[in-house]
């Protein structure tokens, strides 16, 4: 049957949507970090939704698993087939048409495939913004955006990708095109189908094309790394930017000096702007439309000084000063990778939780490997941290070894206070059992009972997301 | 079967919690506007989530029918049990707990029969602000507008109640209790399920707590009564006003002539503010916390003026006048009340499409009934018309017999445009069936799936949203 299935698919979508040779697969069976590799019988590459909804009919039809691929940027191995090589990667990378971008609406329609920075460089073009923001943005694609529920550095403004979606085209797992593509405001006709699909990693369908929300554009931005005298600060001080910042606040992001350090000995031309180190920095950033960005950023950090929730601050006085701040904090992902083996956490906290949290949880990992070294950052906005752990060099294989008491540890004080283990990078196969595992059985079975409804044979994305 | 249900409900319950007179049914059973009357077995009135679960559950176990109900203040029927008498009403309107404020988190949680106002007055307390506000919000319920997806006038600003929502406290229709009451911003740990229970009208589960977001106070507003040329222009100066509001617009509502001579007409007090006529106005309204909001307005003002999207402008100069602007667009819905019958449509349009909507539908509907008026006002920066019909009052039995050819002609000028036949209200009786009719067989078949999974002895809330 399978045999059968590629003759089929060869012969709907073209010999060139259909790779099934080894040197051809390998870029889509492994994720871009090396870290989940699988096999696959085939990689299809459909051109348009048509030919989308003919791959997974087939698929279905013949009882073979569908394995739906964006940029494959992916962090908790969601878009990596199993190793059983039985499923067909499905590509949505020739996806790529920008369907339509209404300014008046203030909307945009993709399709799976584009660059997330193509939609920003395209409501850019317009005179508009396309506020999701992530490290990968060169390469992730609006599908996978869309199938992992993304977040980022501006969701404290602007929400996760949940929140800039406002119709799907989704092909659903017997190959019917459900169209969704609706570009309104305000729809109460039902249950609204497309949440579902947001965030459900491909789990229940495959999401072709999104309509998505605009912003005007903040062309103006301010930019401050500030010092910070306690993690306790960084949440303190959060209420009186969003009211000082007149609505401007976009960016308010968390970086211990471990992190910083990785940055300053492995990215290229980084330098600590401060003359000493201090154990806390914020990357703090309001966005908008004239000289109100500088004149809200002073009075924000004139009354944080006051309350003494900041210690010390350097305002970026030029575009190229503004790139610096950042690449201190967008450059850590890229030089831990660099500096060697690390056990990544992805967690959000209640945000009073937050300081209790680095302050209970970094002594009970050290005391499991006194050599440890805590990598923290993060979207202190929105109470998420990325709670890193490295070891120098000559320690990769004790740190391996503990990893499992260690994430277990670091879980273990999340769910104590009511966190979540995975605050953006969503389950795949890395977090799928340990999230089960923190659900309650009501929220097991609930979960259970949306994939069975939508996907009762279990063929799409098998594995990833739900047990 | 059912008599032994309500000695079981008494028994557990309280026989204070069970209502079977019906005298004391009589105000559960009908909906506020008279338009919805059936019957029920019973009233049950839990104290609190452990009393919801046990009536559910036992309702269940006896395969009775369980009708959800807050402040019963909806529009399309959608808590008033059918006329067979058979089902059980369960009224939240006891579990009126607000659990906790927490203005760190910037969230509040609050069992499902808390009134919206109290949520509000709550959140002012705090010296915060719960931004959804609608013409029944000193008696509407929190669960209610979870259920329903409750709209209103700052929905362009701040959303819908989906957009509020941060976590849910769900009796499933097993009785069991979900408890996804989680406070945080970001948790990406699967199928978001609090969304599956927003806007489902009670045909999950019943909403028995909510965690709510909350936002800074905006103490000083300021608003303006402006006559506009053409719906053209108040949808062409949306961007205008939100560019130059500097992220202050917080209202922008139409209201035709017609809408305002009701008003001027029924409303004790209410004076137009212009010297003569005009076919179409907005009302405006920046909200902040200092005199931002005035400079704000009096820049967009003018640049409105400059654009000729503006005729002319009355700002209030002071909280009463602010009072009675506002009194002459909250007016309209009780004024249409008083005036005499009339057919309301509650939709939304792709923002691009309302001038042509308003400019085909009309003479349309007025070939089918000369004399009709066309009641006309609404959230324009959300697409959404409240498009009303209303008759002389010799001519009410003709607008009842035209009813259903003149809202099938509206509903279908909408569909073949894009937009949505319910954009707030829900669809309750009053709208399932026409909903059902617009949507493809695929939507239709995904509806019932979620339905048929979470319910699947289809006894919650039965008839209402899904056929």
């Known amino acids: 049957m399978p045999a059968n299935l590629l003759d089929r698919l060869r012969s709907t979508l073209g010999d060139g949507a259909v790779l099934t040779e080894p040197a051809d697969l390998a870029a889509y069976v492994a994720d871009w970090t090396g870290r989940f590799v699988g096999s696959a019988r085939a990689v299809v590459r459909p051109a348009d939704t048509a030919g989308v909804a003919t791959a997974v009919r087939l698929c279905t039809e013949a009882g073979v698993a569908v394995v739906p691929q964006g940029g494959n940027t992916g962090l908790a191995g969601g878009a990596t087939p199993d190793d059983t090589g039985a499923s067909v990667v499905l590509s949505l990378e020739r996806l ?18 584009v660059v997330l920075q193509a939609v920003q460089e395209a409501a850019t073009s317009a005179g508009r913004l396309f506020p999701l923001s992530l490290g990968s943005e060169g390469s992730c694609t609006i599908g996978g955006n869309v199938a992992t529920n993304a977040g980022g550095t501006a969701v404290l403004r602007y929400g996760m990708m949940r929140d800039l979606v406002l119709g799907l085209e989704v092909v659903l797992p017997d190959g019917r095109v459900w169209d969704g593509l609706r570009p309104l405001r305000k ?11 947001i965030g459900a990693e491909g789990t229940l369908g495959v999401v072709t094309a999104a309509t998505l929300r605009l912003f005007p554009a903040t062309p103006r931005r301010a930019t401050a790394l500030v010092t910070l005298p306690s993690v306790d600060a ?14 401007l606040l976009t ?8 992190a910083l350090d990785l940055v300053l000995t492995h990215l290229p031309g980084a330098r600590d702007p401060f003359g000493v180190a201090h154990q806390w920095y914020g990357l703090l950033e309001f966005a908008g439309t004239s000289d109100e960005v500088d004149i809200e950023l002073e009075a924000a950090l004139t009354a944080a000084f006051e309350q003494e929730l900041i210690a010390d601050a350097v305002v970026a006085g030029s575009p190229a ?39 209970e949880v970094g002594p009970r990992l050290v005391a499991l490997m006194p050599d440890l070294r805590l990598v923290t950052y ?13 070891a120098p060099a000559d320690q990769e294989a004790t740190l391996r070894a503990a990893a499992g008491d260690l994430t277990r540890a670091v879980y273990s004080a999340v769910a104590t206070r009511g966190g979540s283990i995975s605050a953006e990078h969503g389950l795949g196969t890395l977090k799928r059992d340990a999230a089960a595992s923190y659900r309650s059985d009501v929220e097991n079975d609930l979960m259970r009972a949306v994939k069975n409804a939508l996907d009762p044979h279990g063929l799409m994305n098998p594995g990833k997301l739900v047990p």
Do not use: C, M
């Open 96 to 113: 790529r048409r920008v369907r339509e971008l209404d300014p008046v609406a203030d909307t945009i329609t993709v399709e799976a495939g």
């Open 187 to 197: 729809d109460n006709t039902g249950y609204d189908l497309k949440q579902l699909f």
């Open 234 to 247: 960084a949440v303190s001080v959060l209420p009186l930017l969003r009211e000082h910042g007149g609505g």
């Open 251 to 258: 960016a308010w992001e968390l970086i211990n000096r471990q």
């Open 321 to 359: 000063q503004r790139a610096s701040l950042w690449a201190l904090r967008e450059g850590i992902s890229e030089s831990q990778k660099v500096a060697g083996a690390s056990i990544k956490h992805d967690v959000t906290l209640p945000i009073a939780e937050l300081s209790d949290f680095v302050a």
């Open 378 to 390: 993060g979207h202190v906005g929105d109470g998420n941290l990325h709670y890193n752990l490295a």
